[in-house]
């Protein structure tokens, strides 16, 4: 059985003109994973699995990270 493999992704401006698979960790405790695109106000998430899109404040993330599950 693999591990879950996740980087803490630190500055969001790396991968404002990027589309990336992440996991976003809520301040509440929320996990939410999708593809991502960022600015330094929001995140938009696109959860492809349940077909939602979230627009989440970057004030409301304790984490972003990125990797293999």
Known sequence: ?????????????????????????????????????ANKDYIILDDERRGETHIIPVSAILCVSYGVS
């Open 1 to 37: 059985m693999f591990a879950n493999k996740w980087t803490i992704i630190e500055e969001l401006d790396n991968i404002s003109d990027l589309e990336m698979f992440v996991e976003v960790t809520l301040l509440t405790g929320a996990v939410r994973k999708g593809r991502i695109r």
